[in-house]
């Protein structure tokens, strides 16, 4: 079952059981998805939606970390509950070890030897890795490899 119609099926789950807060915000994905194909006039694979709702939980940390600074616990409890409702979409995130595995096949695949190849880098495991792992810990990761 593809990830578009697992989140529909979950929404008419969520409207029957009268689960209001998951609803809302897997409302809020399956609209954030209809705009990008609207936009770009595509239909989107997994791969897409995954980076659409890996986009989605990064707004919301972001959102998170504002929210705590301006001490509005709150609005903070309400975003971390959507991040955890989207989060259930996202396949499991890789450990450090997994990511390091990925690089290091990267790096053979790409015969990378420098930090100006990191670009290069970035774009082959930007694919792999989209919504596994912290594309911010990845690109650390990959620096430090790189450089040393």
């Known amino acids: 079952?593809?990830?578009?119609?697992?989140?529909?099926?979950?929404?008419?789950?969520?409207?029957?059981?009268?689960?209001?807060?998951?609803?809302?915000?897997?409302?809020?994905v399956n609209a954030a998805i209809k705009q990008k194909?609207?936009?770009?006039?595509?239909?989107?694979?997994?791969?897409?939606v995954l980076a659409v709702l890996d986009k989605m939980v990064k707004q919301r940390k972001d959102s998170v970390s504002q929210y705590e600074t301006a001490n509005r616990q709150d609005l903070a409890d309400v975003e971390r509950a959507e991040i955890a409702v989207i989060e259930r979409y996202l396949p499991a995130k890789l450990g450090e070890a997994e990511i390091v595995a990925a690089i290091?096949?990267?790096?053979?695949?790409?015969?990378?030897?420098?930090?100006?190849?990191?670009?290069?880098?970035?774009?082959v495991l930007k694919p792999k890795l989209a919504g596994q792992a912290d594309m911010g810990q990845v690109s650390a990761l990959?620096?430090?490899?790189?450089?040393g």
């Open 142 to 147: 990959v620096k430090k490899k790189l450089a």
């Open 1 to 28: 079952m593809s990830l578009k119609q697992r989140l529909t099926d979950d929404m008419k789950a969520a409207m029957k059981s009268g689960d209001k807060d998951s609803l809302g915000v897997i409302r809020l």
């Open 104 to 123: 290091d096949a990267a790096i053979a695949e790409t015969g990378a030897a420098g930090a100006a190849d990191m670009g290069k880098l970035m774009a």
């Open 37 to 48: 194909e609207v936009d770009e006039r595509i239909q989107l694979d997994d791969a897409q």
